[in-house]
Nanobody
């Protein structure tokens, strides 16, 4: 049973930083695609950042230059370093992962396909940024 557990959320002022962590349990294979997603009240879930098994990354335009996704394979942990936070970054943040998918390139492609394909999701951690 694969389990993803997020931590590191909290409340910060605009311009502040947070580091989210996502610990993975209960599997023996390397994930092909891992990522961070967020959902604000009244809005659809959106992709924030993904990383594939080669270490290639992709970010949504609104966080480029501010957020950094990384992983520590030895610790089975995914991270999201968030700097220069803005009130519009306020949301529940989820990590997700999968070792399969429709092809070997989907992870860095369409956000809609990534969200629909990843089978394993964490319970979320809240990030609140005040102005």
């Amino acid at each position: 049973q694969v389990q993803l557990v997020e931590s590191g959320g909290g409340s910060v002022q605009s311009g502040g930083s947070l580091r989210l962590s996502c610990a993975a349990f209960g599997y023996t294979y390397s994930f092909y695609c891992m990522g961070w997603f967020r959902q604000a009240p009244g809005k659809e879930r959106e992709g924030v950042a993904v990383i594939d098994s080669d270490g290639s990354t992709s970010y949504v335009d609104s966080v480029k230059g501010r957020f950094t996704i990384s992983q520590d394979n030895a610790k089975n942990t995914l991270y999201l370093q968030m700097n220069s936070l803005k009130p519009e970054d306020t949301a529940m943040y989820y990590c997700a992962a999968d070792w399969g998918g429709p092809n070997s390139e989907y992870c860095l492609g369409s956000w809609e396909i990534v969200v629909a394909t990843l089978r394993y999701w964490g319970q979320g951690t809240q990030v609140t940024v005040s102005s």
